[in-house]
């Protein structure tokens, strides 16, 4: 049985930083992609990053919010995907969600995934 568990989430202020980590377990994860996305209250899951299982490839929403403050990254050894979130704003808050798909074609949508985390909370305050 697929799990993706995510943690790291929590209560920061506007400026500070956050690593997520999502441990996941079941299978072998080659020829994946692990991806975040976040949802916020009243909002669409939104994509922000995928990271290739086996090579490492990386990819990033072509959105303002990303640039130059999310990195993803995993480490195949610890089974263990990360997104490492620096300089949050209050806008950042919201659930966020690990996930693992094998649809090349639509790894940039939350339909592209087949397996979920079931999220972690960020909550930045002003």
């Known amino acids: 049985q697929v799990q993706l568990v995510e943690s790291g989430g929590g209560l920061v202020q506007a400026g500070g930083s956050l690593r997520l980590s999502c441990a996941a377990s079941?299978?072998?994860?080659?020829?994946?992609?692990m991806g975040w996305f976040r949802q916020a209250p009243g909002k669409e899951r939104e994509f922000i990053a995928r990271?290739?299982?086996?090579?490492?490839?990386?990819?990033?929403a072509d959105s303002d919010f990303v640039k130059g403050r999310f990195t993803i990254s995993r480490d195949t050894t610890k089974n263990t995907v990360y997104l490492q979130m620096n300089r949050l704003k209050p806008e950042d808050t919201a659930v966020y969600y690990c996930?693992?798909?094998?649809?090349?074609?639509?790894?940039?949508?939350?339909?592209?995934?087949?397996?979920w985390g079931q999220g972690t909370q960020v909550t930045v305050s002003s």
């Open positions: 996930a693992a798909g094998r649809t090349p074609l639509a790894w940039n949508s939350p339909s592209g995934y087949d397996y």
């Open positions: 079941g299978r072998a994860f080659n020829g994946f992609a």
């Open positions: 990271v290739t299982w086996t090579v490492g490839t990386t990819y990033y």
